[in-house]
């Protein structure tokens, strides 16, 4: 088995696609304005953004501005953060190395889910 797909839920579909398409740099495969949805080429796997009603209930409330989970492998993490910042790309902290001798870094999208950028080590 592999991972195919992976979801974030959000409230704005135009907003989260404006962020993934343009300042992520994600290529969109499928959805259109009257679908409550968006797929994206993310590497290895989709990236589905899948929006959640203002009316919908609390647990499907709860899905949209949290940590995710999800992490986007680059090989120069300093570099990539330093471009994604200027480009606007909120960002809870600089890139800091991990125990494992990894990097991280937590950004952030319009929905305020919590994504990563993560650089493996060499």
Known sequence: MKVSAVRVFVRDLV????FYQQALGLKLKHGD?????????AGSADLV??????DAPQEEQALVGRFTGL????SDIRARHTELSA????FS????QQ????WLATLVDPAGNQLQLVQYPG
């Open 15 to 18: 907003s989260a696609q404006v």
């Open 33 to 41: 304005a009257g679908a409550a949805y968006r797929v994206f080429d």
């Open 49 to 54: 953004l899948e929006c959640v009603a203002s």
């Open 71 to 74: 992490s986007f492998a680059v």
């Open 87 to 90: 480009a606007g790309v909120p």
């Open 93 to 96: 902290g600089a890139p800091e």
């Open 99 to 102: 125990p494992w001798g990894g």
